[in-house]
Nanobody
Framework: VQLQASGGGLVQAGGSLRLSCAASGLTFSRYVMGWFRQAPGKERELVAAISWSGGSTYYADSVKGRFTISKDSARNTVYLQMNSLKLEDTAIYYC??????????????????WGQGTQVTVSS
C-alpha cells in the first residue's frame, strides 16, 4: 500500500491550497481516509476524515467551514481543499488510510497506512 501526498507549499494568510493523496495497492472503496497534520513540537492531530462511501465526514473544530475533504474513487484519490488559511495551519500534512467501513475514525492509532507528508507553510 502506498499513499502519495502532494499539493503543499507556501501561501499567504487568507489564501488557498488543495492537497491530494493518491492511493495504490488498496481497494479504495473499503477504506476510511483521513488528513492529519503535525506542527513543530506538537502532537499529530486529525484535521478531517471521510468514510469509505464518502457519505460521512469529520472536521476538527479549528478547520470547520474552511477545509473540505473529498474523495474520487475512480482516481483512488482523496483531497483536502483548504481555504482562508491561517498562520496556525502551518504544519506537515499527512494522509492516512484505515481498512474499515465503520464510519469515520478520529484517532491516529486507528489508521493502518500513512503517506510521507507534505509541508504547508502559511505566511503573514
Amino acid at each position: 500500500v502506498q499513499l502519495q501526498a502532494s499539493g503543499g507549499g507556501l501561501v499567504q494568510a487568507g489564501g488557498s491550497l488543495r492537497l491530494s493523496c493518491a492511493a495504490s495497492g488498496l481497494t479504495f472503496s473499503r477504506y476510511v481516509m483521513g488528513w492529519f497534520r503535525q506542527a513543530p513540537g506538537k502532537e499529530r492531530e486529525l484535521v478531517a476524515a471521510i468514510s469509505w462511501s464518502g457519505g460521512s465526514t469529520y472536521y476538527a473544530d479549528s478547520v470547520k467551514g474552511r477545509f473540505t475533504i473529498s474523495k474520487d474513487s475512480a482516481r483512488n484519490t482523496v483531497y483536502l481543499q483548504m481555504n482562508s488559511l491561517k498562520l496556525e495551519d502551518t504544519a506537515i500534512y499527512y494522509c492516512a488510510a484505515a481498512a474499515t467501513r465503520a464510519g469515520v475514525l478520529t484517532s491516529k492509532v486507528q489508521y493502518d497506512y500513512w503517506g510521507q507528508g507534505t509541508q504547508v507553510t502559511v505566511s503573514s
